[in-house]
């Protein structure tokens, strides 16, 4: 398999549910991201990981945890969401961390769905 | 308050038409550019870009141009075709902000036969 992938496509979960999005990346990169797109917004960094380490965190609340156990695999872990968190999961990865011209590559996202 | 602006939600072009998307950023200090195009079901691909000490770059159909005093970009598309029907995002990114790149809320392109 090539490319960004993410697991699963689609999640539906109550507000008391713990549950985690996987995101593995087969192109040899060392940086890796978690967006949030909702509706009709602009995409929103949520967190970097360069080589492992996390590297930004752009105020997320703590009820998203994520986790970079390798440089292959980024993981988001749920816990008690609200509703509004309802959107369109995106993982990326890049060559590096450090600069715009380095290209982000996207995996195809999950749709989660918090009632 | 959002620094990088795609004002137009959606954009009908006819096929074999050029098709203008249009981006607005508020940022002086950003100095590159970036369009990512996206299909439904599918994830952001790059597309083009621009770093600020150009005004036009271009590859094959696809021509982004900077103008660097009006804060302002496109994106111009010539010809469309129908497989250019997709979400267009412009992202931006700054040396002061990490290189983080910072988006637009996309425009979505149809192209009609």
């Known amino acids: 398999e090539t490319g960004v992938t993410q697991t699963p496509r689609h999640l539906v979960m109550g507000m008391t549910n713990k549950k985690s999005l996987k995101c593995e990346q087969h192109l040899g990169h060392n940086a890796m991201y978690w967006y949030k797109q909702s509706a009709k917004k602009p995409l929103e960094l949520m967190f970097v990981?360069?080589?492992?380490?996390?590297?930004e965190n752009n105020s997320v609340p703590s009820r998203f945890s994520p986790e970079c156990p390798n440089s292959s695999h980024l993981f988001l872990h749920l816990h008690t969401l609200q509703p509004e968190d309802s959107a369109l999961y995106l993982c990326?990865?890049?060559?590096?961390?450090?600069?715009?011209?380095?290209?982000?590559?996207f995996g195809p996202g999950t749709r989660l769905t918090v009632l | 308050d959002q620094q990088v602006k795609q004002n137009s939600p959606s954009l009908s072009v006819q096929e074999g038409r050029i098709s203008i998307l249009n981006c607005d950023y508020t940022n002086s200090m950003f100095d590159y550019f970036l369009w990512y195009k996206k299909y439904p079901a599918e994830g952001p691909t790059f597309l083009i870009s621009i770093s600020s000490i150009k005004d036009k770059n271009e590859d094959g159909r696809f021509t982004v141009f900077l103008n660097k005093s009006a804060k302002h970009l496109s994106l111009h598309i010539v010809p469309s075709q129908p497989g250019d029907s997709a979400v267009y995002f412009c992202?931006?990114?700054?040396?002061?902000?990490?290189?983080?790149?910072?988006w637009g809320a996309g425009t979505k392109l149809i192209i009609k036969p």
């Open positions: 992202a931006a990114s700054a040396e002061d902000s990490n290189y983080q790149l910072i």
């Open positions: 990981y360069s080589l492992e380490e996390r590297v």
């Open positions: 990326a990865s890049s060559h590096s961390s450090g600069g715009g011209e380095d290209t982000q590559y």
